[in-house]
């Protein structure tokens, strides 16, 4: 192989720059190449995702592997006389990038109309969330391992096996655009979830949180939940399948928000008949109450909670949102194109961003004293759609379900599968609680406590 | 003139084709990171065998490398769209600790680094507990392999990707009654490069292409949103294997199933215990929620616990050989040797010669899903059946940037030896439930799980009657297939493909099952709907 090929595969356009992720300069330097390698006046986008992932995983008491994975997606977009075309590579070099840029104008040709092009530079604020944490990017191989080894003792002195997982990420979105569009945001964020099962596995605890930041992630508090929810859940007796006042962890509620959240295009709730929030043709049913009036939803990047990179994909800015208030839909999600032909203004509305379910007054001890007959719930898994207008899903309850009897906990029992809508649930709430940050790495979400009547618990299950 | 990436490759005028773009230059089949020729392979190797020599002179035991070139093709309905990715990952293990890293740059600098990484992880994560792994044995092997896919990705043009989608829209959109259609055609190429600190150095080249054709008839009303379609599950195959399926021909067929689907009589569903009859399509997904991933050794030992789950078959020495999980008809192996299988390679990712091997045996547990780590938990029972201790080659993965995982293998239920059909099963039944195109779904150890959507009809005297709606199955995993009775002849086989979806942090894998029809006693058929 001539030394002149092997040159090829190296990184001129970044001066084989050795940090885990492009910096903004040279993102701006790959569109400089974009830019110099087209040949004529399109318009021109580079969108870049860039990252830096390292992981512990762990099973049986003992580390499994470790890793750290570094890349960068990048799709290249130029626009001429309203044909659009674009291509993705991850490889970053000149010659990559020159191509990618020639097989744009190829895929030009067949472009579609109404293909959303991105990159439109919006004069809007720029929020700036604080969601770097230089403590994730610095915590090396050697400190995580010192962080696990403990939490493996523990879960060992106590007769248990754990299995978890640290991930700490960090990276940059660059959404850079001919139009003078130059968006670039550094992040990070990490998350830290572990299970706790009895070795026969007659028994199995969970918990779990994820955040852009280090320090709220308590490692031993949530290996010691995960351990006590093992230790209570053993030896779980069947109660009958049935409708149960169930109280919800709040984890187990942003489950449930979660289906609600996929739903949340505006276009197609005017459109599409089969939708949860279609009324009738061109019609939403924004304006209408469809949850318990104590529901708040929103969304806001500058949620010290949540965070954010504070842009999407295409460099729209996300916004502070309010999708529910006091039960009433406020609001749905739409993009630019939709925002331009349809509502007549400039700026989309976008989901995708962290969501926070408001808190309420009592706390889950309260919940349980209160509650003659119920089932305290961890969290749910495996939810699939049995009926997309009525949000009607099943799914089963995981790792950590007890009896609620006169006020205390009396037992852990068998799991369920459940077939219900969270429209009836959040519908159907008798007491919410305090809220937290809960495991959702892919949507940041801080949701309540929350006790509900009636869940609609169908079938047992031996699963543990 | 049509364009291919071959053609783009080899001569550089190709972009003639498009008036925007002068001429290319020389430099262009030089830079592409596709070098259909192959010459590029040679280089991948080199670079490869460079990050191994790095990990055992920095002191690894063992250590493997994987480099990877995707190139992925969406048509959706005519516009066509592609992302290429390039990564290596290299892999080492000391003092029974793993180590891994990678990256996009694929170059001999980039991967040393790589090897030192993982070489740090491995050093630093040994400084715990005890730990030790015994891979298993597996013969080094060089050599080449490449599917027999007949129009490789590369080979096919653009405008003809384009012009075949944008023709069968056309035709369907004169057919009087159609509403929205659609129309998505994918196709996936992977290279691989995989060497070892025990001398095995491969490459792979394997094709996969799917499509799904569909189109709804419309006047507006609920029940004429029903669909005619044309499903090709993901396969190893190229372009052909779409054209094969002839599309175009398809399309008054697919109409008369669409209108099949409309204006028919329904029935509420009579929940209760009946004998059913599911069609080959259906007894895949129900393998793919059942019985194959619950064979999947890292499941059933834990190790997934914290992500997707683990399995009832949790007790691997104590049951292989043993216990009975299905009806003695029930034959089940993994194979990811078998034509068209999305899983299908010549070699696993840690280089073992990929077979066929027995799950299910006569209903009993035979073995699980492993790779060269894990085959030696096994080894007391091979041990015990003087089999040799070696890895069942389940380990795969589209990318070098994930760390190399056991994933699915295709499965394979075994025809019955009779030759019967889906429509023979129900000819046999009085009074049952045939179930046709429905989708299912587990617990998390693969216990319990139920179906979704689907056509549910009543067979009364041996034939198809009323349509049942929102009708859907409950089961548990062993009464299931220790209550099926009969099982479709080899004829009624059919493939579908599924995705194996596993690990921290997430990462999938396409496989195959391929499968026939059965009938099942005993099963509870409820409304999907009813609440408690």
């Known amino acids: 192989m001539s030394n002149a090929k092997r040159d090829k595969m190296n990184l001129p356009i970044i001066n084989n720059e050795r940090k885990r992720f492009l910096s903004k300069d040279s993102c701006l330097r790959i ?32 580390i499994v592997n470790t890793s750290d994975m570094r890349n ?164 779980p007796v069947r109660v009958e399948p049935g409708r149960y006042t169930a109280i919800l962890e709040p984890q187990a509620v942003a489950d449930l928000f979660m289906i609600i959240g996929r739903y949340f295009n505006r276009e197609f709730n005017e459109e599409k008949p089969d939708w949860p929030f279609y009324l009738s043709p061109g019609q939403s049913k924004i304006g209408l109450k469809l949850l318990d009036e104590r529901i708040i939803v929103t969304s806001d990047v500058m949620d010290s909670d949540l965070g954010g990179v504070p842009f999407d994909w295409s460099g729209s800015p996300y916004l502070p949102v309010k999708w529910f208030d006091r039960g009433v839909l406020a609001d749905l999600a739409y993009n630019h194109s939709y925002a331009v032909k349809t509502l007549r203004v400039n700026e989309p509305l976008l989901d995708g961003q962290g969501i926070r379910i408001n808190e309420g007054p009592t706390p889950l001890e309260e919940m349980i004293s209160s509650t003659k007959r119920g089932i305290l719930v ?87 | 003139m049509t364009t291919t990436r071959r053609n783009l490759l080899k001569q550089g005028a190709i972009f003639s084709a498009v008036p925007l773009i002068g001429s290319v230059s020389g430099q262009y089949r030089e830079a592409l990171p596709l070098q259909p020729d192959g010459s590029d392979r040679a280089l991948f190797k080199s670079i490869a065998l460079k990050a191994v020599d790095a990990a055992k002179s920095l002191g690894a035991e063992y250590a493997d490398v994987r480099i990877t070139r995707q190139v992925y093709m969406v048509v959706l309905n005519a516009f066509p769209s592609e992302i290429q990715e390039i990564a290596v990952g290299v892999r080492t293990l000391i003092n029974g600790y793993w180590g891994f890293a990678s990256s996009p740059y694929v170059n001999d600098e980039e991967v040393v680094r790589l090897a030192t990484d993982a070489v740090s992880q491995s050093r630093i994560n040994a400084t715990g507990r005890v730990r030790s792994v015994d891979m298993s044995l597996a013969k080094p092997v060089q050599g080449d392999w490449s599917d027999p896919a007949v129009l490789d990705l590369l080979t096919v043009s653009y405008e003809e990707l384009h012009d075949f989608a944008a023709g069968w829209i056309q035709k369907v959109e004169q057919y009087n009654g159609v509403g929205s259609r659609r129309c998505k055609i994918v196709l996936k190429r992977t290279e691989k490069v995989y060497a070892t600190s025990e001398g095995t150095v491969i490459s792979q080249v394997q094709g996969k292409a799917s499509a799904d054709f569909e189109l709804m008839l419309s006047n507006g009303t609920r029940e004429l949103k029903k669909t005619g379609s044309l499903h090709l599950p993901l396969a190893t195959a190229g372009w052909e294997y779409v054209l094969q399926a002839k599309p175009f021909e398809q399309i008054p067929k697919l109409i008369e199933e669409a209108k099949t689907n409309i204006g028919h009589m329904v029935e509420p569903v009579d929940v209760g215990r009946y004998t ?29 616990a914290n992500a997707q789950g683990t399995s009832f078959l949790n007790k691997p020495l104590e049951s292989l050989g043993s216990q009975s999980v299905s009806a003695p008809i029930i034959n089940i192996t993994g194979d990811r040797t078998i034509g068209k299988g999305a899983a299908t390679a010549r070699w696993d990712d840690e280089g073992v010669e990929c077979k066929s091997f027995s799950i299910i045996k006569d209903g009993t547990l035979a073995d699980y899903q492993t790779n060269r780590e894990q085959a030696s938990w096994l080894s007391p029972y091979y041990d015990k059946s003087n089999r040799e201790t070696v890895s069942n080659a389940c380990v795969s993965g589209d990318s070098a940037l ?131």
């Not at chain 1, 399109?42 to 992981?55: D, E, F, G, M, Y």
């Not at chain 1, 009926?387 to 790792?399: E, M, N, Q, V």
Request: glycine share 6%.
């Open chain 1, 31 to 62: 569109f400089d190449e974009v830019v110099s390698s087209s040949s004529d006046s399109s318009a021109s986008v580079v969108q870049i995702r860039t990252t830096w992932k390292s992981t512990v995983r762990w099973a049986r008491n003992l």
């Open chain 1, 72 to 235: 960068n997606n990048m799709t290249v977009t130029r626009s001429l006389n309203e044909a659009s075309g674009r291509y993705s590579i991850n490889q970053i070099d000149n010659d990559s990038i020159r191509n990618a840029v020639k097989y744009t104008e190829y895929f030009k040709q067949f472009s579609v109309e109404g293909d959303d092009f991105p990159g439109f530079n919006f004069e809007m604020p720029h929020l700036k969330p604080d969601i770097w944490d230089d403590e994730i990017y610095n915590l090396d191989i050697k400190t995580r391992n010192e962080i696990v080894q403990p939490l493996l003792t523990s879960s060992e002195e106590s007769k248990m096996l754990s299995a978890g997982y640290i991930e700490l990420e960090a990276g940059g979105h660059a959404v850079i655009s001919s139009s003078g569009l130059v968006r670039y945001y550094p992040y990070t964020k990490a998350q830290y979830s572990v299970t706790v099962r009895e070795p026969t596995g007659n028994g199995s605890g969970w918990a779990g949180v994820d955040s852009s930041h280090w320090k709220p992630i308590d490692t031993d508090q949530i290996t010691s939940v995960a351990i006590d929810k093992c230790l209570s859940s053993l030896n």
């Open chain 1, 378 to 464: 961890t969290r749910f898994d495996r939810m699939t759609e049995v009926d997309k207008r009525s949000l009607l899903y099943t799914g089963f309850t995981r790792d950590g379900l007890w009896l609620v009897e006169n006020g205390k906990i009396t037992k852990a029992i068998k799991n369920f599968r459940f077939t219900e809508s969270p429209l009836f649930v959040f519908n159907s709430i008798d007491q919410i609680g305090p809220s937290k940050r809960v495991f959702s790495p892919y949507l940041p979400m801080v949701a309540p406590y929350m006790k509900v009547r009636d869940f609609s618990f169908t079938s047992l299950t031996d699963a543990i």
């Open chain 2, 276 to 304: 059913v009859v599911f069609d080959a399509s259906c007894t895949a997904g129900l393998l793919a929620a059942t019985l194959g991933p619950a064979t999947q050794l890292d499941r059933a030992m834990g190790f997934e």
């Open chain 2, 402 to 532: 994930d760390l190399p995982m056991q994933h699915m293998p295709n499965i394979v239920l075994h025809p019955g030896s009779e030759d019967a059909s889906f429509e023979g099963l129900i000819g046999d039944v009085k009074d049952g439930i045939a179930i046709s195109g429905a989708q299912f779904s587990s617990d998390f150890q693969f216990r319990h799980g139920g179906s979704m959507k689907g056509v549910v009809r009543k067979i009364t005297n041996g034939k198809l009657a009323q349509y049942l709606t929102d009708a859907g199955v409950l089961f548990n995993t062993e009464e299931l297939w220790k209550n099926v009775k009969y099982i479709g002849g080899k004829n009624s086989s059919v493939m579908e493909s599924f995705i194996s979806v596993k690990g921290e942090p997430v990462q999938s894998s396409d496989y195959s099952v391929f499968s026939v029809p059965m009938m099942v006693e005993d099963v509870s058929l409820i409304d999907v709907k009813r609440k408690a």
